[in-house]
């Protein structure tokens, strides 16, 4: 009864948490389209089969659906949900329905309305996240080294207490939490080190350890570490415009190491076996409904930047894909050709559909 219990409380809360960001990202669509003049048929949470929903005033239908696992907006015009236009349709459409189609908008609008839903996520993100810095201020640790770990690369490399560590690898040290950015993600990497000793600027070359730590929700993941800990503090009270700059910057930040996570996939710094799919994400959501309302905020925002960087990956069948194939056809003055158009969208689809397939599989076997 208790696995049970969890693993409703894990889907309930998934379900309830990609619910609201799918919908703000799939609003950017309806809202940027709708202010473009084009026609909106559907705007569905979920798909598959319609539970429950309705028709505004402008004829589009609201509703939800059996999966509750993602969205779409069907513009007028679309074949389906996944944006393939119906051929037969827009050529018999009357020069009224043409101007509310959204195959017959210019191309810098098409272009905007692609944008909207990533766009749309990290505003979402950039909100939580002002709330979160006014609600609770800025509790800043210092890179200031209180303590040394024995066997660390710090102390073997010659670091020493009350060293403040300025400088890795040409990128300024502002606090703690940046130079964890830098050495969690360098493991066996050697890192160019600045410190400040006695007045004095000094150079170290430090190669982080890989170690097994825990994350945020308590999960095991290897990361590198030099064996430095800090104990001194700053804490700063936020107003509301320091608060949205700070979410701003964040947002900035944390979209940054996505692009530079997938730059590391890519090229094989980073195992693939990290890649987490929707059932982590369902464990850390219940885990995040577990651990208060500020918890669930902040990890509503890392997971709409999430969405908003990966929409925006230049693969057919996502935004960013659509948005490529309109950059191509501003500069041509025409589309690429249709079979051009579906082969990227075969493309992008497998390469989508093995990523989900892969992740899962991760996933699963994360469990056992």
Sequence with gaps: MELLSLISHNLLSFIVIL??????????????????????????????KELFGFNDKNGTRWKFCLLPFGGYVKMFGDRNPASIVDKDKIKQMTPAEKKVSFYYQNVYKRMAVVLAGPIANFILAILLLTIIFRIQGVTTVLPIVDDLVETGAAKDAGLKIGDEITQINNKKIKNFSELQQIVSISADEELKVLVQRDNKELSFNITPKSLTSKDFFGNEVKIGMIGVQ???????????????????????????????????????????????????????????????????????????????????????????????????????????????????????????????????????????
């Design 19 to 48: 619910s609201i960001i799918v919908f703000i990202h799939e609003f950017g669509h309806y809202f940027v389209a709708r202010k473009c003049g084009v026609k909106v048929e559907e705007f569905a949470i979920g798909f598959g």
């Design 230 to 368: 800090s104990g001194q503090y700053e804490y700063t009270k936020l107003g509301t415009f320091d608060s949205f700059t700070r979410a701003n910057i964040e947002t900035y930040n944390i979209s940054a190491a996505v692009l530079g996570a997938l730059r590391d996939l890519i090229i094989g710094k980073r195992s693939i076996k990290e890649l987490g799919g929707p059932v982590k994400i369902a464990q850390y959501s219940g885990k995040s409904v577990s651990m208060g309302i500020m918890v669930v905020i902040w990890f509503i925002a890392m997971i709409s930047i999430n969405l908003g960087v990966l929409n925006l990956l230049p693969l057919p069948i996502l935004d960013g894909g659509h948005f490529l194939y309109y950059i191509i056809e501003a500069i041509k003055g025409k589309p690429l050709s249709e079979k051009s158009q579906q082969l990227g969208f075969q493309f992008g689809f497998a390469i989508v559909l093995t990523l989900m397939l892969f992740t899962t599989y991760n996933d699963i076997m994360g469990l056992f």
